[in-house]
């Protein structure tokens, strides 16, 4: 690969290993606090490995140039698996600490459960950190409540740190300027500013994001949850992770208050971060005169009903059905995978009726809207979708000599933008499928068909891939074969950067690494 493309992303590259490293290291109060002393060797072994290499690219690149467009998806794309690589070392290195060594390290260590020993697998704590960062929820431990209080955090905070984005924390702790900064901004799925300036659209996204989190906390500690819960639970809901502290997700509390509390927190989240801004400023009319989110409360009364009405019969009452439908469908909507429809629930979702877990597929792949925490292809691309189809067909009812105009929120598309957009779109829907079945073919191939039928196998890889969580019991350390976990470990990557990023990257190197010359 030339020079000057290694420059810029190794730069950038070291850059976000640092900020990870430093995040690892500040996460060892944890376990001073709380007395799991034998976890703090692990911590800051994690934390100094992706500092030095950190470090060591910073340096070396230091004058690199400013990234351009494909040097900003080179680094989106390789950054993200990066940090989720050595992300996974805290998973890693403290299950190995507490499993194979005397007393774990001589310091007394937790009960060696299974859901702590599973992740001295690497390719486990791989999968843990992969879906921490991307949001997606899917777990490798098998009851979360035995997990020393360390992971259990570290989980938690690489899902608030992902929500928002690993590029847009280094952009904002950076606070570098110009249009390098501006380029890995739209790298990472994101297209809208807040302000003129990219350094002060991020710090933005973050106070908001930091004054939601707080709420979030405050509202679930006031529902009933003790104040672990509450804190961990609020950083996963309000950044859509769906990651838990207990087992059987949200279903395990079954509180109706605690449900309650979270609907406005998960659908919070789907909403776009300059629509927030805008309410947080008084403007309340952001709430209706943006499109997306009078898509996403359209999609969300009409989905929810619409389940409603599928689950009804398997359920004993129809407030029941609204209570376990309406909650599961806001999950899947806006990606954060809390899950109700579990055990101690009368009916989880392995059990639903296939219509019902194709619906949630639909809100899967959907998701919310751009700009926000959630994943899926995005409500704004939906919306160009129809819009466009309407558009094409309009041409036939109308003299050649007629202007078509197409209208997007406030934007004005002309014959020229508008199937250019409309294009991009198709694309993005297109290879969402393509990786959809790649991806169900192998776990079809893998899987005993007599145990997980057809929608199943669907309804979990649309969850990787939507960056969701929400399980039907396939994701599991010892039911997901290794060929599964790998498939999930792309689905949830690429979902997280909307796959053109990493088709990029993948060229880039074939291409400019010379393998085709």
């Given amino acids: 690969m030339r020079s000057d ?5 190794g730069r950038d590259l070291g850059w ?79 299950a190995w600490i507490a499993t194979l060594t005397p007393g774990g390290l001589g310091l007394a260590t937790p009960p060696l459960t299974e859901s702590l020993t599973v992740f001295t697998n690497p390719l486990n704590a791989i999968f843990e950190s992969m879906s921490g960062f991307t949001g997606t929820g899917l777990t490798m431990a098998e009851d979360e409540s035995t997990l020393p209080r360390t992971l259990q955090w570290w989980r938690s905070l690489i899902q608030w740190v992902g929500g928002v984005g690993v590029i847009v924390l280094t952009t904002a702790i950076l606070a570098r300027p110009g249009s390098g900064s501006l380029t890995l901004y739209k790298s990472e799925a994101r297209s809208q500013k807040i302000h003129p300036s990219i350094v002060s659209t991020v710090q933005t996204i973050w106070w908001i994001f930091l ?21 961990n639970h609020g950083m996963t809901a309000i950044s859509t992770g769906g990651f838990s502290v207990i087992d059987g997700s949200i279903g395990a509390y079954d509180s109706v208050v605690i449900e309650a509390v979270l609907l406005p927190i998960m659908i919070a989240g789907g909403i776009a971060f300059p629509v927030h801004y805008l309410v947080l400023q008084g403007d309340l009319r952001g709430l209706y005169t ?20 599928l689950v009804s019969p398997a359920y004993d009452s129809v407030i029941e059905a609204f209570r376990y439908g309406v909650f599961q469908f806001v999950s899947a909507l806006t990606a954060t995978g809390f899950q109700t429809a579990t055990e101690p629930a009368p009916l989880s979702l392995a059990v639903w009726p296939t ?10 792949v959907v998701g919310a809207a751009a700009g926000s925490t959630a994943g899926g292809i995005k409500l ?55 990786f959809l079945a790649t991806s169900l073919f192998v776990l079809l191939m893998t899987l005993p068909s007599e145990t997980y039928p057809l929608e199943m196998i669907l309804f979990e890889i649309a969850s990787a891939q939507g960056n969701i969580g929400l399980s039907a019991g ?30 990029v990257t993948l060229r880039a190197l074939f291409w400019r690494g010379g393998i085709y010359e």
């Fill in 5 to 9: 493309t290694i420059a810029p992303l």
């Fill in 16 to 94: 976000m290993l640092r900020v990870l490293g430093g995040l690892i290291l500040v996460s060892v109060v944890v376990p001073l606090v709380w007395g799991e002393y034998y976890a703090i060797p692990g911590l800051v072994i994690s934390g100094l490995v992706p500092v030095a290499i950190g470090w060591g690219l910073s340096t070396a690149f230091a004058d690199a140039d400013s990234p351009d467009k494909l040097h900003g998806m080179m680094i989106a794309a390789t950054g993200w698996f990066a940090i989720a690589v050595f992300g996974s070392l805290p998973f890693f290195t403290v």
């Fill in 211 to 231: 004054l939601f989190t707080s709420l979030s906390i405050l509202l679930l500690w006031l529902a009933g949850l003790p104040p672990w819960q509450a804190i």
């Fill in 290 to 309: 943006d499109l997306q989110t009078r898509w996403l409360a359209a999609v969300l009364v009409v989905g929810s009903v619409f389940l409603w009405l």
């Fill in 355 to 364: 219509s019902a877990l194709l619906t949630l597929v639909f809100a899967m």
């Fill in 380 to 434: 704004i691309r939906l919306i160009m979708l129809v819009k466009g189809i309407r558009f094409r067909v309009s041409y036939v009812f109308y003299p050649d000599s007629t202007v078509h105009r197409l209208w997007i929120d406030d934007r004005v598309l002309d014959e020229e933008e508008g199937p250019r957009e409309f294009g991009e779109a198709a694309i993005i829907a297109l290879l969402w499928v393509v």
């Fill in 474 to 503: 396939i994701t599991g350390p010892a039911s997901l074969p290794t060929a599964g976990k790998l498939a999930f470990i792309l689905n949830m990557w690429i979902g997280r950067l909307e796959i053109i990023p990493i088709l």
